[in-house]
């Protein structure tokens, strides 16, 4: 099983519509998650991070976890075409005294039609 | 703009040739990270510096060696590469504890001819 799980998508939505992207993780003791943003040719850039059970929220992005199920999620609301990109799924696995490790999922790629 | 600053941006090399990727970082955070990415393939984690020791090596071939000469340094050497290690090659750094985010830098496009 992989550490960091996510559908690869494409996922196509119309514009001003939610896009819904999830992933699940293996290791029960992670602590800390991360969405990522990567558009073609260029590096990621941090979204959201989430660490508590429940739900984030930052302008048009939710970020869900659900530690119990091994569950993170990102909403994206009224999805815009600048939106089009990969959205990468990052867990931190310890040990956190050698700077943490983060995994990657396979990212999503998201398509926002006009 | 990134906080991340990575040379060269791009970088074609022979595979008897020696180059070194260079990172720099002044956010006065304590781990500075490799990673390795292929084309439509998440980055891939190599190597990790806490505290400007190396805590990670993820079984790298020895042809890439890395170096933290401070804290806001980070290279990475390159020696006899092969074909299939063109890749962009991504320098990022965080405060090293759990749950800091990483910042990436723009990363080296690499091609190994």
């Known amino acids: 099983q992989k550490e960091v799980e996510q559908n690869s998508g494409p996922l196509s939505v119309p514009e001003g519509a939610i896009a819904s992207l999830n992933c699940t993780y293996s290791d029960r003791g992670s602590q800390s998650f991360f969405w990522y943003r990567q558009y073609s040719g260029k590096s990621p850039e941090l979204i959201m991070s989430?660490?508590?059970?429940g739900d984030k929220e930052d302008g048009r992005f939710t970020a869900q976890l659900n530690k119990a199920s091994q569950y993170v999620s990102l909403l994206i609301r009224d999805s815009q075409p600048s939106d089009s990109a990969t959205y990468l799924c990052a867990v931190n696995i310890l040990p956190e005294n050698q700077g943490g490790k983060l995994i990657f999922g396979q990212g999503t790629e998201l398509s926002v039609k006009p | 703009d990134t906080e991340v600053t990575q040379t060269p941006k791009h970088l074609v090399m022979g595979m008897t040739n020696k180059k070194s990727l260079k990172c720099e970082q002044h956010?006065?955070?304590?781990?500075m990270y490799w990673y390795k990415q292929k084309a439509k393939k998440p980055p891939e984690l190599m190597f990790v510096y806490s505290y400007e020791k190396l805590s990670i090596n993820e079984s790298v071939p020895s042809r890439f060696s890395p170096e933290c000469p401070n804290s806001s340094l980070l290279n990475l050497h390159l020696h006899a590469l092969q074909p299939e290690d063109s890749a962009l090659y991504l320098c990022a750094s965080s405060q090293g504890t759990y749950n800091s985010p990483l910042h990436f830098g723009n990363g080296t496009r690499l091609t190994v001819t």
């Open positions: 989430i660490y508590s059970n």
């Open positions: 956010m006065g955070h304590r781990a």
